[in-house]
């Protein structure tokens, strides 16, 4: 869908999409429009259930108007915006209109970007492996009314960073483990650096003279090597500091030795979506010049059963040099984010780290697929992240830490268990208090399990069913509310 800004209103669209208010409150453009057709908006809403109600639709064929819900006039909030949008995408998607026209009512820049936030990420699809297309979006035009198009072409750069983040990220999540293995997904990474982000691969030798053994047990099964990937994007050569935010990239989580059950197990070729959304957060902070200094990092791996896979039972020296006790081989996230969050305090000393993963099925369980779960040492930090995600969309809830918990991750044998016992108790806890344990030099640091909101079974507001994305516009926020220079 190409996105163009206008200020001709009188052209001939196919259809153009206007707004009204709750209670059927007309905006200017619905009032003069429905003046100019002798009524036919109003007389089209008394004969139906429309009352502005955000949802609500009416399409008047005959005129090419879609007439379209706006809610309370006070309550056109970002999450509002967004939901409108998807709603207009979805009706240009399944009619495949050509040359649409949004002019709902005389938005603002701001408003009318969320609008086609909502509208574009609504309506994506994942068709490369479709032998036959049906589903050609390139020859759709969306003309959007501006008074001073070519300053809205250039403001929405901002917005466009964020969604073609969400899209990489979600592009990514999507692909196949026979496809996107470890190393197809370094290669993926190194694209960013087209856009002046530094690219450091830590391949398995370097990796194994390091000591990143947590890391290099996970693989151990696998054809397919690991790599821990970094990207620096450096927006602001003044400052000193550094954001730091890590993902998990698990390309395809079978449970190892531990298998898991055959019922869902495709789900897990999706068990990269944290790296995934690291790639998608660097790519958007990029593309839309923050000034802020961020490294990404990611652990790539596969957890797969072979003669050679690591066992439940192995103790295993981190990189941090604490030792670990496997009692389950499919707890192998927190094994590979532990390495992570060691590597990345040692070599770029970030001011606040932020880790994305796939981490626990109990998250789903606990708050289902719209909150993602967050656990943090540092209240501020919560805060940020809780305020930000209130603004985008993207809830969170902050889930419980402490003592209690630290006890249930106690081994015989070593520093810390990887499963937590009692078994399944408060798994995605003990999860999280696993990771605290790589957390060195008292680092602000924030966990977000995101097992339950990376992906939608049916469908959200601005997400068709499947890969989500969840995170990126969060972070993207949190970094401009909080730490970019103006
Ligand atoms: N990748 C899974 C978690 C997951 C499950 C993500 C379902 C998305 C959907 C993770 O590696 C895992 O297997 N976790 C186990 C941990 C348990 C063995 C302590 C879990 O949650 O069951
Ligand atoms: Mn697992
Ligand atoms: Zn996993």
Same mark, same amino acid.
């Given at each position: 869908?190409?996105?163009?800004?206008?200020?001709?209103?009188?052209?001939?669209?196919?259809?153009?999409?206007?707004?009204?208010?709750?209670?059927?409150?007309?905006?200017?453009?619905?009032?003069?429009?429905?003046?100019?057709?002798?009524?036919?908006?109003?007389?089209?809403?008394?004969?139906?259930?429309?009352?502005?109600?955000?949802?609500?639709?009416?399409?008047?064929?005959?005129?090419?108007? /879609?007439?379209?819900?706006?809610?309370? =006039?006070?309550?056109?909030?970002?999450?509002?915006?967004?939901?409108?949008?998807?709603?207009?995408?979805?009706?240009?998607?399944?009619?495949?209109?050509?040359?649409?026209?949004?002019?709902?009512?005389?938005?603002?820049?701001?408003?009318?970007?969320?609008?086609?936030?909502?509208?574009?990420?609504?309506?994506?699809?994942?068709?490369?492996?479709?032998?036959?297309?049906?589903?050609?979006?390139?020859?759709?035009?969306?003309?959007?009314?501006?008074?001073?198009?070519?300053?809205?072409?250039?403001?929405?750069?901002?917005?466009?960073?964020?969604?073609?983040?969400?899209?990489?990220?979600?592009?990514?999540?999507?692909?196949?483990?026979?496809?996107?293995?470890?190393?197809?997904?370094?290669?993926?990474?190194?694209?960013?650096?087209?856009?002046?982000?530094?690219?450091?691969?830590?391949?398995?030798?370097?990796?194994?003279?390091?000591?990143?053994?947590?890391?290099?047990?996970?693989?151990?099964?696998?054809?397919?090597?690991?790599?821990?990937?970094?990207?620096?994007?450096?927006?602001?050569?003044?400052?000193?500091?550094?954001?730091?935010?890590?993902?998990?990239?698990?390309?395809?989580?079978?449970?190892?030795?531990?298998?898991?059950?055959?019922?869902?197990?495709?789900?897990?070729?999706?068990?990269?979506?944290?790296?995934?959304?690291?790639?998608?957060?660097?790519?958007?902070?990029?593309?839309?010049?923050?000034?802020?200094?961020?490294?990404?990092?990611?652990?790539?791996?596969?957890?797969?059963?072979?003669?050679?896979?690591?066992?439940?039972?192995?103790?295993?020296?981190?990189?941090?040099?604490?030792?670990?006790?496997?009692?389950?081989?499919?707890?192998?996230?927190? /094994?590979?984010?532990?390495?992570?969050?060691?590597?990345?305090?040692?070599?770029?000393?970030?001011?606040?780290?932020?880790?994305?993963?796939?981490?626990?099925?109990?998250?789903?369980?606990?708050?289902?697929?719209?909150?993602?779960?967050?656990?943090?040492?540092?209240?501020?930090?919560?805060?940020?992240?809780?305020?930000?995600?209130?603004?985008?969309?993207?809830?969170?809830?902050?889930?419980?830490?402490?003592?209690?918990?630290?006890?249930?991750?106690?081994?015989?044998?070593?520093?810390?268990?990887?499963?937590?016992?009692?078994?399944?108790?408060?798994?995605?806890?003990?999860?999280?208090?696993?990771?605290?344990?790589?957390?060195?030099?008292?680092?602000?640091?924030?966990?977000?399990?995101?097992?339950?909101?990376?992906?939608?079974?049916?469908?959200?507001?601005?997400?068709?069913?499947?890969?989500?994305?969840?995170?990126?516009?969060?972070?993207?926020?949190?970094?401009?509310?909080?730490?970019? =220079?103006?």
């Amino acid at each position: 869908m190409n996105i163009k800004f206008t200020s001709e209103i009188n052209k001939d669209y196919d259809l153009t999409i206007i707004g009204i208010y709750k209670k059927n409150k007309f905006s200017n453009i619905a009032n003069k429009t429905d003046k100019k057709l002798n009524g036919i908006i109003s007389k089209s809403i008394k004969n139906s259930t429309f009352n502005g109600e955000i949802g609500d639709l009416v399409h008047i064929h005959s005129e090419k108007l /879609l007439i379209v819900g706006l809610g309370e =006039e006070k309550d056109l909030t970002e999450i509002n915006l967004q939901k409108i949008g998807g709603k207009i995408g979805l009706i240009l998607q399944k009619e495949k209109v050509k040359n649409s026209f949004i002019f709902l009512d005389n938005f603002s820049d701001e408003n009318n970007f969320k609008i086609i936030y909502g509208l574009i990420l609504k309506t994506y699809t994942f068709t490369k492996y479709k032998t036959e297309n049906t589903d050609d979006k390139t020859n759709q035009s969306i003309f959007v009314y501006s008074q001073n198009p070519q300053k809205s072409e250039n403001d929405f750069l901002k917005t466009k960073a964020i969604i073609d983040g969400i899209t990489t990220t979600r592009n990514l999540a999507n692909e196949p483990s026979n496809v996107l293995t470890t190393t197809e997904f370094v290669k993926e990474v190194k694209n960013l650096s087209k856009l002046g982000i530094k690219i450091e691969i830590i391949d398995e030798k370097q990796l194994k003279k390091m000591g990143a053994n947590l890391i290099l047990s996970v693989a151990k099964g696998s054809e397919y090597p690991p790599y821990i990937v970094s990207m620096s994007y450096t927006g602001n050569k003044k400052s000193k500091n550094t954001i730091g935010i890590i993902g998990k990239g698990l390309c395809f989580d079978s449970g190892g030795i531990s298998i898991k059950p055959s019922k869902g197990m495709d789900e897990m070729k999706s068990d990269m979506t944290g790296a995934a959304t690291v790639v998608g957060i660097m790519e958007s902070l990029a593309k839309r010049k923050a000034k802020v200094n961020v490294v990404g990092v990611i652990g790539l791996a596969e957890n797969m059963p072979d003669g050679n896979s690591y066992k439940p039972g192995d103790v295993i020296k981190s990189l941090s040099g604490k030792t670990v006790e496997v009692l389950n081989t499919d707890a192998e996230g927190r /094994l590979v984010l532990g390495d992570c969050i060691t590597y990345t305090i040692k070599n770029f000393k970030p001011n606040l780290i932020i880790d994305f993963a796939t981490l626990t099925g109990a998250i789903i369980i606990a708050l289902g697929e719209e909150i993602t779960g967050l656990f943090s040492n540092n209240k501020e930090l919560a805060k940020k992240l809780i305020t930000s995600g209130l603004k985008t969309g993207e809830e969170l809830w902050q889930m419980p830490m402490g003592t209690k918990f630290k006890n249930m991750i106690k081994s015989n044998i070593a520093d810390m268990n990887n499963l937590g016992k009692p078994e399944r108790t408060a798994s995605s806890i003990t999860a999280a208090e696993f990771l605290e344990n790589f957390v060195e030099n008292d680092t602000p640091w924030a966990h977000l399990d995101i097992a339950g909101t990376a992906w939608t079974s049916s469908g959200n507001d601005i997400s068709p069913k499947g890969l989500t994305g969840v995170g990126v516009n969060l972070i993207n926020e949190f970094i401009s509310n909080y730490y970019e =220079e103006k």
